[in-house]
């Protein structure tokens, strides 16, 4: 049974900085490239963060120098790092991974976690 399980949502004033953590089961994880992806009402889910098995790393170039996402094979989790928070970021963010080559609406979610950034 594959499980993508986010944590580390929150309500954080602009400028500050969260880290969201995605535990996974179920997965064949060293070989998968695993993706933040954030969406808002209204609006269509976008990657935000996205890195592959090799460790290339892809950013929405909002959080571009803002945004670090990063990968421990040893636990099967996969985070991101995010820093000077802006209002614009808030959203849900959900966990993804995939074997299939680009960054579609494909693969395995989680449920996702709210980050609300606002003062």
């Known amino acids: 049974q594959v499980q993508l399980v986010e944590s580390g949502g929150g309500l954080v004033q602009p400028g500050g900085s969260l880290t969201l953590s995605c535990a996974t089961s179920?997965?064949?994880?060293?070989?998968?490239?695993m993706g933040w992806f954030r969406q808002t009402p209204g609006k269509q889910r976008e990657l935000a963060a996205g890195i592959t098995a090799a460790g290339s790393t892809i950013y929405v170039d909002s959080g571009k120098g803002r945004f670090t996402i990063s990968r421990d094979n040893t636990k099967n989790t996969v985070y991101l790092q995010m820093n000077n928070l802006q209002p614009e970021d808030t959203a849900v963010y959900y966990c993804n991974a995939r074997r299939s080559p680009g960054w579609g609406s494909g693969g395995y979610w989680g449920q996702g976690t709210q980050v609300t950034v606002s003062s």
């Open positions: 179920g997965i064949d994880f060293s070989r998968s490239a």
